[in-house]
């Protein structure tokens, strides 16, 4: 099963970025052990700190892969082109984020990406894309 795991805009600081929300591991960790917990699945990995780029991997996605892991970041509340990036293609995504977006200001409780993904994990940390795997993984058949 091939699983593609998309971070949006400034998930390349994490480890560095505002700790005490996102935590003190390195997407390459985090990602590291991933892949050592999936090792049965493939899992690909990319990330953009631009929306349009963002838009590309989603759109080259389809028919390579048998779900998508997205993390938008910020563009999770504002981006209507990724939504319908999501919405244009046929493999399923999951939305996750590493914080409990319902949680924090009122400008982070909107996602524009969630109408079309399969569902939003919000809150677990890391756990966040552990769960979003698992889901995929349960879906074999
Ligand atoms: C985030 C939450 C977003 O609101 C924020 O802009 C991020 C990260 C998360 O993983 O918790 O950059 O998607």
Redo the contacts with the bound molecule.
């Keep these: 099963m091939k699983i593609l795991l998309i971070n ?4 390349n600081l994490l480890g560095k970025r505002e700790i005490n929300i ?1 935590g003190k591991q390195t997407f390459e960790e985090i990602l590291d052990g991933l892949k050592k917990q999936f090792s049965a699945m493939e899992l690909s990995f990319q990330q953009s700190n631009i929306e349009g780029e963002l838009v590309n991997y989603i759109q080259a996605a389809d028919g390579q892969y048998d779900g998508i892991v997205l ?4 563009y ?2 504002t981006s209507i082109a990724i939504a319908d990036a999501i919405a244009a293609i046929s493999v399923p995504v999951v939305e996750v ?3 409990n ?1 319902m949680a ?1 200001e009122a400008e ?1 409780h909107t996602s524009l990406i969630a109408k079309n993904c399969v569902g939003c994990i ?1 809150g677990f940390g890391f756990l966040s894309y552990q769960l979003a795997i698992q889901y995929f993984e349960s879906t074999k058949i």
Excluded: D, F, K
């Design positions: 949006g805009p400034n998930l996102y993390n938008a970041a910020a999770t509340h984020h590493l914080s977006i924090r982070r919000s």
